[in-house]
């Protein structure tokens, strides 16, 4: 009589599964994988110095990238260095807004540096406890921050505008 050998889950792993054809992975980590793969695709390095750095193979990456392979949080964790991947913005971009391609959006650049000062700000003023917004003051505010950003964004194209047609000397 033979036991079937207790396999357990391999702390760094977000994918697993004990089956010999595993699924497909769950939302997050296909879309952790796409913004990996992108990221890759962009940049100038081949995949074998991209994995000699993320201390790993070419084929151990390959695999990771095309899902053959688990995406251990360790692996994440090396290739998010390797390919200075802000991981704060990939999880806004992944959890929050549900598209990693938005990753890239100027925009979401824009909020990201803002996120701290604004809290620090916040903290700093309010002698008071800060509770969550309404829907319609979080409506009004989100309206005012985005007309603010695209005013803002005009004024410089407009000022590059205006250097571009000085006359030269």
Request: hydrophobic share 45%.
């Amino acid at each position: 009589m033979t036991e079937t050998p207790q396999i357990a889950p391999d702390d760094y792993t977000l994918v697993y599964s004990i089956d010999e054809d595993p699924g497909p992975d769950d939302h997050q980590s296909a879309c952790l994988r796409d913004l990996i793969r992108h990221i890759i695709k962009q940049d100038a390095r081949s995949l074998a110095d991209i994995a000699a750095q993320a201390n790993m193979s070419r084929r151990q990456l390959g695999r990771i990238v095309a899902g053959k392979k688990p995406l251990r949080l360790i692996d994440l964790r090396l290739l998010s260095e390797v390919l200075q991947i802000d991981r704060a913005r990939a999880v806004v971009a992944i959890e929050i807004l549900d598209d990693w391609r938005s990753y890239d959006d100027p925009a979401l650049h824009i909020m990201m540096q803002l996120i701290g000062p604004v809290v620090a700000k916040v903290n700093a003023g309010a002698d008071f406890p800060v509770e969550a917004l309404t829907g319609p003051a979080e409506n009004l505010l989100s309206d005012w921050l985005a007309k603010t950003i695209i005013t803002n964004e005009e004024q410089i194209r407009n000022r590059r505008n205006e250097f571009v047609k000085l006359p030269s000397l």
